[in-house]
């Protein structure tokens, strides 16, 4: 996609900061730094979101995410690490090519997900469930 900040970089049309590549992934890191060591993990073939991933592709991404983490935990010893994925602006995606965060994280780094539990009754659950299961054949 022409237009797409992330094929382009992927095409290396445009500059980015690669830690790592295979077949289906690059690695590269955040422009903005959530904090040191914050690498974006992006398919290279274009796919909008998680919505969109092919298996190879969903394999491919968790694979390298994983990868990566542990030579960030090996480069940086954060205290933690978050991976964040966003799928539709609702969500707080801003670029619309599938990509994983993986942020290291420190005691007060500032960095914060609002967390509003519904805690529903059981039955709930079983009904969300329900709907859930009879989706995935
Ligand atoms: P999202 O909000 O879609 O989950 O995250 C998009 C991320 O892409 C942001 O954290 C932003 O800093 C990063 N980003 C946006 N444009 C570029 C770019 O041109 N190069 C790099 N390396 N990162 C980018
Ligand atoms: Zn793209």
């Not at 049309?13 to 690669?18: F, G, K, L, S, Y």
């Amino acid at each position: 996609m022409e237009s797409c900040v992330f094929c382009r970089i992927v095409a290396r049309q445009i500059p980015a900061t690669v830690v790592y590549e295979d077949e289906h992934t690059l690695a590269f890191m955040d422009i903005g730094q959530v904090n040191p060591g914050h690498v974006l993990v992006a398919v290279k073939q274009h796919a909008e979101n998680i919505f969109a991933l092919d298996e190879a592709q969903a394999a491919a991404a968790f694979r390298a995410a994983a990868r990566v983490s542990r030579a960030i935990r090996d480069a940086f010893a954060p205290q933690g690490l978050s991976v964040y994925q966003a799928n539709g602006s609702a969500a707080g995606q801003t670029v619309f090519h599938f990509h994983i965060h993986l942020v290291p994280r420190h005691e007060g780094d500032g960095m914060a997900l609002t967390w509003p539990v519904k805690n529903p009754p059981r039955e709930k659950l079983a009904e969300y469930a329900d709907k859930i299961r009879a989706r995935l054949g």
